[in-house]
């Protein structure tokens, strides 16, 4: 080995042992001579190596979770085009989990407002809703999505997800209308 290295390594040891132990200072009191006890000499060689290995062991086992982004198409501003109201569910989110939906328009609708709760009961109805329009229209459903003062977000992001999982091509979040607020109401889900 090189002189270099070895002096090298011996000063790095040296440096560690010193910042490893905790040594009071060897003053001697003004030519008093004191009882023969040996100073105290803690060696914290082991607690550094303690927290070495906490620190390792939480870094590892936590995960690090990177947000995720849901794609959600909002309407743009201005006037809306026309949609075919045979092809439109209106799904309006109330309190309690619960949700009220309805095909085509609240005031002469092609199913009536029908009051589920999410889980199987959403799902259930969405899937069988958009196969219907699709068998009938040969085109997907458009799905608009009115969540209320009183839902929970929670609730809309599993809607959404009910959505993904149905393969619904078309669907936005509305702002809820008076008279849907009303159906709610009537319903006593708002």
């Known amino acids: ?63 690090l979770t990177k947000p995720r982004v849901m794609p959600v198409a909002m309407p743009a501003d201005g006037r ?47 899937s069988e809703t958009g196969k219907r329009i699709y068998r009938l229209s040969g085109q997907g459903m458009i799905v608009v999505l009115k969540p209320s003062d009183h839902s929970v977000y929670a609730n809309l992001v599993e809607t959404i997800d009910d959505l993904n999982n149905a393969q619904v091509p078309t669907y936005a979040i509305a702002k809820i209308s008076p008279d849907d607020v009303g159906l709610l109401k009537q319903k006593g889900i708002y």
């Not at 270099?4 to 040891?13: E, G, M």
């Not at 009220?100 to 199987?120: A, D, E, H, S």
């Open 80 to 126: 809306p085009g026309p949609v075919s109201e045979t092809r439109t569910m209106t799904i309006c989110l109330g309190k309690n989990n619960k949700v009220v939906w309805y095909l085509g328009l609240l005031n002469k609708p092609l199913i009536v407002p029908t009051q589920t709760g999410f889980g199987r009961g959403l799902a259930t109805a969405i």
């Open 1 to 63: 080995i090189n002189g270099n290295a070895a002096d090298s390594f011996q000063l790095l040891t040296l440096n560690f042992e010193i910042m490893a132990e905790l040594n009071p200072s060897n003053r001697k009191s003004g030519g008093r001579r004191t009882s023969g006890k040996m100073p105290v000499r803690v060696d914290l060689t082991a607690m550094v190596d303690l927290a070495f290995l906490l620190i390792t062991f939480f870094m590892l086992t936590t995960s």
